[in-house]
């Protein structure tokens, strides 16, 4: 076990059981599952800010509506807790998530791999059972590549890793290279703001795009 890996997250591991002879698709949820800036414009607003859209980043988008002023980037953490507290139950989900991960789900195993913040693990949980995606959950903390290996390791089956931050596609690109890693950012506006991550297998737009090549890779191994 990767001393990188959070010691809050090596329990939620512990507690997964994963068959190494079924496929496995791991999947981040803001902006994958769910719309994460739909609900963040809604925080926003309530707060008197709003979102730019300058740029893909959060610090420097973040501004004040009286004045225009960027947010001071040490509030940013403060913010986001208040915004998960709020909101992290009720984020609208991506179109198409629900149903192709059911598809999926009957020959592969569904883990969702996300950073919300451990302590609002429940709600998460709450909103993925809401909105029909009940998958084991792992609150991470930090990069995801070790995490990925983690739950990779021994396995006889394809695995898939779906991601919209190009930097979580470069570590497990690192620890965990054999993975196919799918870069998919569910809100367009946000999409037109990046391109491809660079360590990512490749760039698809849709779920019904995701589901069609994690089975087509599925259908080349029969």
């Known amino acids: 076990m990767s001393s990188q890996i959070h010691e809050d997250v090596l329990p939620q591991l512990a507690a997964i059981t994963i068959q190494p002879d079924r496929p496995l698709i791991i999947t981040d949820a803001d902006e994958v599952l769910f719309h994460f800036m739909e609900g963040l414009e809604v ?21 004040h509506k ?14 986001l807790n208040q915004f998960f507290e709020e909101h992290c139950h009720t984020l609208p989900a991506a179109p198409g998530a629900a149903e192709h991960l059911e598809l999926l789900s009957k020959n592969a195993q569904i883990v969702v791999l996300s950073n919300v ?60 290279n054999h993975v196919e890693r799918v870069h998919f950012i569910a809100d367009k506006r ?4 990046l391109g491809p991550a660079e360590h990512s297998s490749v760039r698809l737009d849709s779920w019904p795009e995701i589901h069609d090549h994690i089975q087509f890779i599925l259908n080349k191994g029969i």
């Open 190 to 193: 946000l999409a037109s703001l």
């Open 117 to 176: 913040p451990p302590k609002f693990a429940g709600l998460r949980r709450e909103s993925l059972r809401k909105n029909g995606m009940d998958f084991p959950l792992i609150a991470n903390i930090g990069s995801k590549g070790q995490v990925v290996k983690h739950l990779a390791q021994g396995m006889k089956c394809p695995v898939f890793f779906i991601d919209d931050i190009p930097m979580n596609h470069s570590s497990v690109s690192k620890h965990a």
């Open 43 to 63: 925080f926003l607003e309530q707060q008197d800010m709003f979102f730019d859209w300058s740029s893909f980043a959060l610090h420097g988008n973040i501004r």
């Open 66 to 79: 009286k004045d225009k002023e960027p947010v001071d980037k040490e509030q940013i953490p403060t913010l």
